[in-house]
């Protein structure tokens, strides 16, 4: 059983538009919550971590949010540029673990 | 470059071959972990080396999977009598020590079973 889902699971949408990801999580008690970016074909790169204390990371363009109380989380990314084209996947860490469990991704098409 | 780097990229093998995979962490990085990624879906994880010592291994790692940390330092992943079913990404990853760390991840090897 998937412990982390994702939605959509995949999303088009043209340059210089705003988007929101979506992350459902039943992990717990969780360490913190990752997203990270992953270009076809190459290793995924993280974005942004957040512990369970934490409601809300930026990096750049990137957002990431986190409600404890829905185990939902949110990566909201602005202005999106075609280099945006990628999968997001969301990532849990589970307390006292080392071990991540990942989501399936959403793939995301940036058009002209 | 100082990023986790693995080798070969990719790789084409016959059914019942083995292959052996290498992965290089970042330098300081005494934690080391290997993923499976098959399409579609996100990395699964596959065991983790704490410095030389293999700490842990997924039920995913069958008889036929076996991952070497002799000196700390690289891994190798070999896989014995490959089978179709393990055409996949495998991606390698490392990390300081503690769990709050970052994995950061090289850019995996494909691997196509035919």
């Known amino acids: 059983k998937n412990q982390v889902e994702q939605s959509p699971q995949s999303l088009i949408i043209l340059e210089g538009k705003n988007c929101t990801l979506q992350c459902n999580y039943t992990v717990s008690p969780f360490s913190n919550l990752r997203w990270y970016k992953q270009d076809t074909g190459r290793g995924p790169v993280s974005l942004t971590i957040?512990?369970?204390?934490?409601n809300t990371k930026s990096n750049g363009r990137y957002t990431a949010t986190l409600d404890a109380d829905t185990k939902q989380s949110s990566l909201h990314i602005t202005a999106s540029q075609l280099s945006d084209s990628a999968s997001y996947i969301c990532v849990m860490r589970g307390a006292g673990s080392y071990q991540l469990t990942f989501g399936k991704g959403t793939k995301l098409s940036v058009i002209p | 470059d100082t990023g986790v780097s693995q080798d070969p990229r990719h790789k084409i093998t016959k059914r019942g071959q083995n292959v052996t995979f290498r992965c290089d962490p970042i330098s300081e990085h005494n934690r080391l972990y290997w993923y499976r990624q098959t399409l579609g879906q996100g990395p699964e994880f596959l065991t983790y080396f704490q410095n030389e010592a293999q700490l842990e291994k997924s039920r995913l790692l069958s008889d036929r999977f076996s991952a070497e940390r002799p000196k700390g330092s690289f891994s190798t992943l070999e896989i014995q009598r490959t089978e179709q079913g393990d055409s996949a990404m495998y991606l390698c990853a490392s990390s300081l020590d503690g769990g709050s760390y970052e994995q950061y991840f090289g850019p995996g090897t494909r691997l196509t079973v035919t």
């Open positions: 957040m512990t369970f204390s934490e």
